[in-house]
């Protein structure tokens, strides 16, 4: 809940940015990208900018999430949103500079190789080819 967050931003644990139109800006200030999501997410699209500019990843074992991120792969994957897990990952991170390089480089080039904008619309194209769909 936004009491919640604010009641952590009042005590100094986090710095909330609320929202932001220019996340390119954000990511540029940022080494490690967090989505602790407990629901389906579809594909994130936060996911997607963030490992195009390079950096890490920590997500939830989500629908959406997890067909992105590989654990120890692409990015680091938590069960469950588990905040333990979550937190352990992300000092994992913080500590370890050659892991997250080894992670962010791994998830540039698998969004670069299988989500690019190009690959994308020629596969939804595909999709409406294939059932014929008529809109």
Do not use: H
Not at 60 to 84: A, H
Not at 96 to 118: G, P, Q
Request: with cysteine.
């Amino acid at each position: 809940p936004r009491s919640v967050i604010e009641s952590w931003v009042n005590e100094g644990l986090v710095d909330w940015l609320g929202r932001k139109e220019n996340m390119s800006d954000i990511f540029a200030k940022s080494n490690i990208v967090c989505l602790p999501t407990v629901y389906g997410e579809g594909v994130p699209k936060v996911i997607l900018e963030s490992a195009a500019t390079g950096r890490v990843l920590v997500v939830s074992d989500n629908p959406g999430c997890k067909e992105l991120v590989i654990d120890r792969v692409t990015g680091l994957v938590v069960k469950d949103g588990n905040p333990n897990q979550l937190a352990s990952s992300i000092n994992e991170l913080i500590n370890d500079d050659t892991l997250r390089e080894y992670l962010a480089s791994n998830a540039m080039k698998k969004i670069f190789k299988e989500f690019s904008s190009e690959i994308v619309v020629n596969k939804t194209t595909e999709i409406y080819k294939i059932k014929k769909i008529t809109v």
